[in-house]
Nanobody
Framework: QVQLAESGGGSVQAGGSLRLSCAAS????????MAWFRQAPGKEREAVATIYTPDSRTYYADSVKGRFTISRDNAEKTLYLQMTSLTVEDTAMYYC????????????????????WGQGTQVTVSS
C-alpha cells in the first residue's frame, strides 16, 4: 500500500544546497518512521536522517549532522531533506524509506529495518 517517490536530486557545486522531496501515499503519519538513506558506488546503503512520526523526533548520521535537515509535511504527505554545505563525499543515490511500526518507539538506522522504498534520486556534487 505504501508508495514512495523521490525528487529534487541533481548536480551541484561543492558548498551548494539541494532539497530532496519524497511523496508518500498509503502512509498515515500516525506511527512509524520515515527516513533518508544514501548509497554511493562501492559503499553500503546508509541512513542519513530519520524522523519519528508521532513526535517528529529526528536523528542524523554523524557525517551529515549540522548540514542536513529532515522534515515532513503531514498535510501534503511529503518528506523533505534539506542539504546544505554539500561536499563531494555526499555524492550518492538518495532513497526515501518507511518503517510503518518503529518497534520500541524510535527510528532504527539499519537498511533492513525498513519495508518500503522509493526508486531513489541521484545527487552529484562536484568540486
Amino acid at each position: 500500500q505504501v508508495q514512495l517517490a523521490e525528487s529534487g536530486g541533481g548536480s551541484v557545486q561543492a558548498g551548494g544546497s539541494l532539497r530532496l522531496s519524497c511523496a508518500a501515499s498509503g502512509y498515515t503519519y500516525s506511527r512509524g518512521c520515515m527516513a533518508w538513506f544514501r548509497q554511493a558506488p562501492g559503499k553500503e546503503r546508509e541512513a542519513v536522517a530519520t524522523i519519528y512520526t508521532p513526535d517528529s523526533r529526528t536523528y542524523y548520521a554523524d557525517s551529515v549532522k549540522g548540514r542536513f535537515t529532515i522534515s515532513r509535511d503531514n498535510a501534503e504527505k511529503t518528506l523533505y531533506l534539506q542539504m546544505t554545505s554539500l561536499t563531494v563525499e555526499d555524492t550518492a543515490m538518495y532513497y526515501c524509506a518507511v518503517d510503518k511500526f518503529a518497534p520500541g518507539g524510535y527510528c532504527r538506522m539499519g537498511r533492513y529495518e525498513y519495508n518500503y522504498w522509493g526508486q531513489g534520486t541521484q545527487v552529484t556534487v562536484s568540486s
